[in-house]
């Protein structure tokens, strides 16, 4: 079997750009072209019209970790007990929920703006799970949900059923009011293709160092070409080591995900002929699932530490633990009836906050999506223009004085306490998966 996003071969590829030889100079580098690079890209056309633009993207742009995550657009987090409404830690789930509302009105003025079409559904998800006992604590996080703006509905049994089709989720939290849906490679290849012609993009153009020049200006060395800059902006999330930034205090996390066929007409009807919908998990390594507009079935049941992509053998091993995943909720699918396997990267840190800092006199730099990226990547990506522009903003403050992502032990430390933690997740989530 072949590694293939399916979301990317739903929404096609954008024309090809050239890849990267000799030198060039820019005003500004962005070093990725995903959502957060490519929002970056955009917000600082507005801000500099006069200004040369240049974005670098290791592979092609836009189909990158960016256009490989679940579509998620994430205003309300689950809130975890010190987080509910009259404990200590409901000050800053307050803050945060402001910044993921902000995030996700920014994207859709961007849908807005560029006429993206990306299914963008307004109309919420779900914090489900099938063991009950995963879902505690249900008044005071519907009283937090609320008190934070959004629309927060517990469902159980036979009402939840005839909302996802499945009889596998016993109980469940509706949360609206900011959290929305979308098919993510759509979003950033619209992002993609409205880049004002100030904008100069290479694609498959690896940056393998940042070094210091004279008056001020940072160089960018790929292996077939330079780019000079006043100003570098890197936007690399999961990969940020590779631009020479090794204390961001974040770590890759792989994921793995399949999409099955369109559901039968026959089948749709069986299971109810449901509303589209997205269920997350109360628990870091429950499966996430969705029912697409086109009447498939996506899920996402496998997370790990690492940075290196899964093999094909290896991805065919995690497709098996979809199939189970699948089974558990629509019996009649199987493994013939997946069409695409895929794996992809986030950006995670201890704190669960992002690292927005600038790194030193010129560079900029953001990492720690922590599975947000959708909408915070799109925030980050105007933030990051405007710090870098000596602009300020209650938000930008907002953001920067959360940015925390939390100590990290140095390697193998890391490497041996991330396993045994993931383990232990894992075990949790068991029935959940």
Known sequence: MTNECGWIAQAGSSPARRSLKGAEKADWLIIGAGITGLSAAHSLAQMHPQARIVIVDRQRAAQGASARNSGFVVGHEHPVKDELIGNAGFAGYDVDTAISRAACDEVRQRLARHGIDCDFRDSGYFFAVSDTGKLTDVAAKLATLRAVGACAQFLQGEELHKKLGTRHYQAAIWCGQGNALLQPAKYVKGLLDALPDSVTLFENTDITALERVGKGRVRANGSAGSIEAKQVLVCLNAFIPRSGIADSATFPMELSASLTRPLTDEEFQAIGAVEPWGVLSTRPLGATVRLTPDRRVMIRNTAEYRSRDLTDSQLLQRRKHHVLGLQRRFPFLGEPDIEYSWTGHLSASRSGQPFFAK???????????????????????????????????????????????????????????????????????????
Do not use: H, K, Y
């Not at 940015?403 to 959940?432: F, H, K, N, Y």
């Open 359 to 433: 790194v030193e006199e010129g560079v900029f730099a953001v990492a720690g999506c922590n599975g947000s990226g959708v909408a915070r990547g799109t925030l980050w990506g105007r933030l990051l223009a405007e710090l870098a522009s000596g602009s300020s903003s209650p938000m930008l403050e907002s953001v920067m004085q959360r940015a925390q992502p939390g100590w990290l032990p140095p390697r193998p430390l890391l490497d041996i306490g991330a396993l045994l933690r993931m383990r232990v997740e894992a075990v949790r989530a068991r029935s959940e998966i």
